[in-house]
């Protein structure tokens, strides 16, 4: 039940995180937003992300994953409703913030209840049934703006994005149990006055040797995301932009999420047979490589089929590092340290988006852009092979 209902909260992410990326072009169109204005409109979810993952970390470990989990949602919903009301640049910005407050807060929780209710042979797995919700539900939303053949009111996806997740919220409320393991920990570590000792920010994440898991988690995390969210937030205006139609660019988009719903649970369970290491260093190979192609290949079939790979690849490695995260930290400090690698990973997240706004407005063609972004991959992929050589669970209930 847990995983089925992280798995629908993941799905409503998911349709969130590529709803601005599909309304984009015709958001550019009604306000005559230039691609370096636009860049900043999809960045600015990207920040409230990163800050949004930071607090509600903290704070599932001080009061529990599911009370910040259903608060973020609620934070979701309001602005994802509050976007389809905006009227300039400036509304925009500031309410796309606050909707990445409700995403961020939401993400390192959802990662800890999957992680924590999941068998210890299972772990990949279990998260990888959860995650594969987001790229599901972007690929339903990207099916859908196809669908409409150009004649969809932007807002409407918008009105999408906020009306599932209040209609989820009261599911949650009554139907998600709070972490068994975060229960048990946080009773053992409770003095006769009540009053759980929380380890400071500082020694939760660098504490007992953690110094250099954390730094690798946050290089890997951050120039991964600088891939992903280039993917989510750009794909459709770079579509667009090689000569596609706007329900061309939602299929190519709708493609991409599909193969990366598969990746997401074939991965982890490769993984759990004890391959991660191969699954790290060929996931990020191929990431490199189907970017390049994505920009080469001409024609709706083989861009669409290149979406695919690329979507397996990026999106599916980046679940292995979600994967990667949990085991890394006890269970009072988890969702800090799973929190803290999202946050400052977004960091890549938003320097992704603002780059390609930036070379677009330059008049680079979408196969240089997508091209910029393979050195990323490397690094990221480097990072995290480093990390499962170096590693020591720091909790059994996550070996």
Known sequence: MTIFLCFLAAMLEGADIVSMGLAAPSVAKAFGFSPASLSYVLTATIVGLMIGAAIGGRLGDRIGRKRVLIGAFLVLAVFSLLTAQARDLNQFILIRLLCGLGLGGAFPNLIALAAEVSAPDRKATGVGLMFCGQPIGGTLLGLFVASQAGGLDW??????????????????????????????????????????????????????????????LWLSYGFTQVVVYLLNNWLPTLMVAKGFTVPQAGMISAFENMGAAAGCVLLAMIADRGRLRTVLAVSYVAIAASLYALGAAQGFAPVAAVGVVVGFFAIGGQLVLYTLAPACYPTLVRATGVGAAVSVGRLGGIAGPLAAGKLLALGVAPAGVLLAATPCAIVAGVAAIAIVLTRTPADPSCA
């Open 155 to 216: 807002r409407t996806i918008f009105h999408i994005g906020g009306v599932l997740p209040l209609l989820l919220t009261p599911v949650l409320l009554f139907a998600l149990p709070e972490s068994a393991a975060f229960r048990a920990a946080r009773a053992a570590v409770t003095d006769a006055a009540s009053a759980v000792r929380r380890p400071a920010l500082g020694d939760a994440l660098f504490g007992e040797g953690r110094t250099g898991v954390t730094l690798l």
